[in-house]
């Protein structure tokens, strides 16, 4: 299974994941989060990215072994996906968010063929929405999506559900409450904030940060 608390802990280390509470960070979407995760950095530090590869493909060897072929999410979860896919020795393809505007205009890149079970690798899941259009544009062209695989999730209640409507199963290598969980017991975040920090994932989208 995998090491929740130690994938992470090499992600605090690191600062992929950062806390604060005072200034928020905004997200694409105008939410405001005391959390913002960025697990583009791990690629950087190349023993943490060993770790998060091997744990990564741990997961998919365990929960999916059906998986024939893997697919990233571009882009964050191309180099993922790659990396896992050539530890499993697996073929590899990638999606991007729209069809290319030139050459052969494809939006998956990569050989495939219809009926193949894909195994979808993400950075990081916020609300679900851009992962499940991966997984349409990949069950468009025919291919058997046999779950997801994230770095981290916030486990927010409307990814959970739409997750469960799409009838995708999804695995994350780490969660909210756990870095929570470690953020306390390494002293980065008090009780009181503690508190603050669990109040905003129940309502992300109307928080408005430290009164």
Sequence with gaps: MTNEKAVAEKLLQIQAIRLNLESPFTWAS???SP???????????????DFIK????????????????????ATAGIAWGAMAADQLKLPFIYVRPKPKEHGLGNQIEGY??????????????????SSLQVVDVLKQAGLNVVGMVSIFTYGFPVAKQAFEQAEVPYRSLTNYETLISLAIEKRIVTAEQEDILLKWKEDPANWKGVL
């Design 30 to 32: 105008g939410w405001k």
């Design 35 to 49: 959390i913002y995760c960025d697990n583009r950095k791990v690629l950087s530090f190349p023993y943490i990215r």
């Design 54 to 73: 091997s744990e990564i493909c741990n997961l998919v060897f365990e929960q999916f072994p059906e998986a024939d072929m893997m697919a990233g999410v």
């Design 112 to 129: 495939y063929e219809p009926g193949q079970k894909v195994i979808v690798i993400e950075d990081l899941i916020s609300t679900g929405k």
